[in-house]
């Protein structure tokens, strides 16, 4: 997908990115139960995930959540039980960015989801 070797035009190319080809660019990677059963590595990470966070400040690591919204233009997700507090005391979701953790269990109510990731599977052995 990125043409260029340098970092330069390879950040240009990713920032500048339209929504339909950043959508990709949000992979987690997989627990290793479900990295075992699947047969891949990481996986595009969509609302109803479950994930736990391996990378950030000790106040947000170690937490496991479901994935209550994913921003495409940025790259983040909005993690159940991941908050921060305003300075008015409300507390407010803390987006993490989508490398930062890994999904322990699928949202797999989508069809074509599921079978793309059974076909992997099949590919493989």
Known sequence: MIASSKARKQRKA??????HIRRKMLASPLSKD???KYGKRSVRVVRGDTVLVVRGSEDVRGTEGKVL?????DGKLSIEG???EQADG???ARPIHASNVVVTKLELSD???KEKLLKKKEAAI
């Open 90 to 92: 409300t507390a407010v």
């Open 111 to 113: 069809e074509w989801r």
């Open 82 to 84: 991941v908050t921060q």
């Open 14 to 19: 990713h920032f500048n990115a339209p929504v």
């Open 69 to 73: 919204e994913v921003f495409t233009k």
């Open 34 to 36: 479900l990295r075992d």
